[in-house]
């Protein structure tokens, strides 16, 4: 049977938080000119988060470079550890800390008992695991949910995401650790099924749903997917985990109250949302560099930080990932088309504070 979202109550932990829904922006990586961590400025990202708003933080996935767990870099602790010391000590309310998982099933575990020592609340599971079969990627999963509860990830091709089956995604709910799946095929046929496949799981009522699609941020949150047909269940995307809520995440929290309001049955703000989401697409495409195909992914959240001095510059573990020709001037263009998207003033009157 058929019912309307029911606005979220206050949440009495972090996981509680997660099945409610809230916004989650994929932590970038501060680094100075010698391309070293700027401890001052990773925790005033960390600090930018929590004042907008933000029920939690992603860290160690692909917006914090996955380069920081190479030997030669050695990072991935002191990343993670400097977010989840800055919310423990300066998060007045329940903040969800989600560790990036990455590799075969051992780097997983491992990567998992080190967010569990640093408190993290959960692991988002990166598919990007050559050579394995959907029944390896399971058995990952289990292997890891064994530490920490688990968040599934349907990750486009174009940056290295496969095709994963109907099947998979409903054994992967059935996991009694899994807690929510982000959906990001950037595919709205792929969205569909993975919904679909979710609501087929028996344990389908405990597995949130949060849209990881930049490309479609608004369209998934306000669509109410109809399940098995008529006289089916209703699911919405609870929330969102993405990398475009890396940047303008002021505005991001205000968009998912007045995402709950619409659905609520708020007729004219709905209208109004459905106009304003392809003006926060097209803000995405320059972030993400879609013309110069995800190159300039990364450099693009941080000419947006850099702007704001949040950052000091767009600098990335590998020097060759550098803003694409006529990104910056992209940007430029959609910030002055479409300046409700910005947080430029909200950022402007607490920077001094937070880089403290």
């Not at 703000?269 to 972030?287: G, H, I, K, S, Y």
């Amino acid at each position: 049977m058929t019912h309307p979202a029911p606005a979220p109550a206050a949440a009495v932990d972090p996981l509680g938080l997660l099945a409610e829904g809230t916004v989650i922006p994929a932590h970038p990586l501060a680094l100075d000119a010698g391309r070293r961590l700027d401890e001052r400025r990773q925790r005033a990202l960390t600090r930018y988060y929590l004042a907008s708003g933000a029920g939690g933080v992603a860290v160690g996935v692909h917006t914090t470079q996955f380069e920081i767990r190479e030997p030669s870099v050695g990072l991935l602790r002191p990343v993670l550890e400097l977010a989840a010391e800055t919310v423990e000590r300066e998060a007045d309310r329940p903040v969800l800390r989600i560790a990036g998982a990455c590799g075969y099933t051992a780097q997983a575990v491992a990567e998992a008992e080190l967010a569990a020592e640093l408190g993290y609340d959960a692991v988002l599971l990166s598919p990007r695991v050559p050579g394995a079969d959907e029944a390896g990627l399971l058995e990952r999963a289990r292997a890891v949910g064994e530490v920490l509860p688990v968040i599934g990830f349907y990750l486009q091709e174009a940056v290295g995401g496969r095709y994963l089956s109907p099947s998979f995604w409903s054994r992967l709910a059935d996991i009694p650790s899994v807690v929510a799946v982000k959906t990001a095929p950037f595919d709205r046929y792929r969205t569909a099924e993975v919904i679909d496949a979710i609501a087929r799981s028996d344990r389908a009522g405990d597995v949130a749903l949060y849209t990881g699609n930049d490309d479609a941020i608004l369209t998934d949150l306000l669509t109410p997917y109809l399940t098995g047909g008529d006289g089916g269940e209703l699911r919405w995307f609870a929330g969102g985990l993405l990398g475009q809520w890396a940047v303008w995440t002021r505005t991001a929290v205000a968009l998912l109250a007045e995402v709950r309001r619409a659905r609520a049955g708020d007729h004219a703000l709905t209208v109004d949302l459905l106009r304003r989401a392809p003006q926060l697409t097209e803000a995405n495409a320059a972030v993400f560099d879609v013309r110069g195909a995800f190159r300039g992914c990364v450099p693009g959240v941080h000419e947006v930080l850099r702007r704001q001095g949040l950052l000091a510059g767009t600098w990335c573990l590998d020097p060759a990932e550098q803003l694409s020709p006529g990104q910056a001037e992209e940007l430029t263009r959609v910030c002055a088309a479409h300046p409700w998207v910005t947080d430029d003033a909200f950022v402007a009157e607490h920077l001094d504070d937070w880089l403290r």
